[in-house]
């Protein structure tokens, strides 16, 4: 059974589902059904690059790969903004106030490290079980609560026509409109994400991504291991006269465990990721 990744690049105008829907058409017309298919991070429609996408038992995998670093390349637009805090979205208000680039590279410092970021109003986020851009749509008055996200470095890259350029490191989860929106508040004016691209996810990089339509010609080789997408994470093999104990969940305590959460390996394969709990072990998610 397929378990692994394939890094999607992702063009513009395509939701991240779409492309879910894409790779399993793909995997059926190459002959394998009935496998389960899910995105890594949702990546704006408008937005481009890096989508991993997991294969199998690897879509169990999110929560360990969903907040590693990723990289952005992005485009802001001052002096105006957009209800969705795009370019596809309509404008809502007009700014006179155009900053400098003196004035831009000012600011940066102010807008990274840990940040309580408040997502826009048109994201994905949920709102008492609805979507908050269904919500925004239909014009109803709502409230997203600030989360922390971590911004590594905002790295500013020059004018690009009447737009600013950046390349943005970052934690999963943070929203680059929200950054073009809170660093246009801190200049005094209005701003917008005119486009973004993502160059890297964790190990995904876009030098090594595949569009849709490439990977028509041919998938199965490039799928990527989850073990080579797992390699942050500390090793441990369970010694072998516990691994029936192990593997049938039994709390079993062994010496030696890494602290937090590891690479569990049975006879030399990869079962999935574990913890140790109070000493004991606990698988929290199973591979085979």
Do not use: W
Request: proline share 4%.
């Amino acid at each position: 059974m397929i378990c692994g990744f394939i890094n999607v690049c992702k063009v513009k105008g395509m939701t991240s589902s779409r492309v879910v829907g894409k790779i399993k058409g793909i995997l059926r017309a190459q002959g394998i059904s009935g496998v389960k298919v899910g995105h890594m991070g949702t990546l704006d429609p408008d937005g481009e690059g890096v989508l991993p996408v997991a294969v199998g038992k690897a879509t169990r995998l999110f929560d360990y790969l969903s907040e590693k670093t990723k990289i952005y390349y992005t485009e802001f637009v001052f002096g105006k903004t957009t209800d969705t805090l795009d370019e596809s979205g309509k404008t809502v208000a007009v700014s006179d106030m155009v900053p400098s680039e003196e004035e831009i590279t000012a600011v940066i410092p102010s807008l990274t490290g840990e940040k309580d970021q408040i997502p826009p109003m048109y994201s994905a986020k949920s709102v008492d079980g609805r979507r908050a851009y269904d919500l925004a749509r239909e014009g109803a008055e709502f409230e997203l609560k600030p989360r922390k996200v971590r911004i590594d470095s905002i790295e500013y890259c020059g004018k690009v026509d009447d737009a600013f350029a950046f390349r943005i490191t970052c934690g999963g989860g943070t929203y680059i409109r929200s950054i073009a929106r809170d660093m246009a508040t801190a200049l005094g004016t209005l701003g917008y994400m005119r486009y973004i691209r993502r160059e890297k996810s964790g190990v995904f990089a876009i030098a090594d991504s595949y569009t849709t339509e490439e990977l028509e010609t041919g998938i199965l080789d490039k799928i990527v291991s989850a073990e080579s997408v797992l390699q942050d994470y500390p090793r441990y093999d369970c010694p072998e006269e516990k691994i029936v104990y192990v593997t049938n969940g039994v709390p079993v305590k062994l010496k030696n465990m890494p602290e937090g959460a590891f690479r569990l390996y049975c006879s030399g394969a990869l079962v999935g990721m574990a913890e140790s709990v109070e000493g004991a072990i606990n698988i929290k998610t199973r591979l085979v």
